[in-house]
T-cell receptor, first 115, second 112 residues
Framework: EAGVVQSPRYKIIEKKQPVAFWCNPI?????LYWYRQNLGQGPELLIR????????DSQLPKDRFSAERLKGVDSTLKIQPAELGDSAVYLC?????????????FGEGSWLTVV | AQSVTQLDSHVSVSEGTPVLLRCNYS??????LFWYVQHPNKGLQLLLK??????LVKGINGFEAEFKKSETSFHLTKPSAHMSDAAEYFC??????????FGDGTTLTVKP
């Protein structure tokens, strides 16, 4: 079974430019997460979807970040315009339900460098 | 509210010696607890999880963790470290609202 797939793996952009990351979750997983991981820190949740609905986007900087999950499968995370402080790893993850005991499976991440 | 504290940012052991990575948590609900490992330039891989069954949980690669409610701890152990265990380890607490909180991670170094 394929895991969570993310692309691109690496991206270098100049500040003020836009960037987008794509995620394909594990087949059948209703819940999709986007996390941001800064160097030397643990992942922090940006947004969580249950099917097509964003049920927790309280930590998403909505002035420059947006996300969508059309048809409740793939998802895209966009940053426009990017700032130097956005340099981080963006992790997509999925689980079969947004409940306590269900395991969250992670992709390998999209590494963003803003110069 | 919930939080996770990984008590050591770095742990260094010699190959063949025991590993102890410490994690304390706080949660208003009965939590589920997880340990993930992250090798350089890789995503996070689940090592083990506790979901209110047996308090001693066995995971992959010889790791295990014990849930101690009275101490609000979920420490990760392994009897004998291998070089391949060198990585970043994250303790995670989940609530029944589907919210996950990560610790800041512990870097494990294994010396030959």
């Amino acid at each position: 079974e394929a895991g969570v797939v993310q692309s691109p793996r690496y991206k270098i952009i100049e500040k003020k430019q836009p960037v987008a990351f794509w995620c394909n979750p594990i087949s059948g997983h209703n819940t999709l997460y986007w996390y941001r991981q800064n160097l030397g820190q643990g992942p922090e949740l940006l947004i969580r979807y249950e099917n097509e609905e964003a049920v927790d986007d309280s930590q998403l900087p909505k002035d420059r970040f947006s996300a969508e999950r059309l048809k409740g499968v793939d998802s895209t995370l966009k940053i426009q315009p990017a700032e130097l402080g956005d340099s981080a790893v963006y992790l997509c993850a999925s689980s079969s339900r947004g409940q306590t005991g269900n395991t969250i499976y992670f992709g390998e991440g999209s590494w963003l460098t803003v110069v | 509210a919930q939080s996770v504290t990984q008590l050591d940012s770095h742990v260094s052991v010699s190959e063949g010696t025991p590993v102890l990575l410490r994690c304390n948590y706080s949660s208003s609900y009965s939590p589920s607890l997880f340990w993930y490992v992250q090798h350089p330039n890789k995503g996070l891989q689940l090592l083990l999880k506790y979901t209110s069954a047996a308090t001693l949980v066995k995971g992959i690669n010889g790791f295990e963790a014990e849930f101690k409610k009275s101490e609000t701890s979920f420490h990760l152990t392994k009897p004998s470290a291998h070089m391949s265990d060198a990585a970043e380890y994250f303790c995670v607490v989940n609530t029944n609202a589907g919210k996950s909180t990560f610790g800041d991670g512990t870097t494990l170094t294994v010396k030959p």
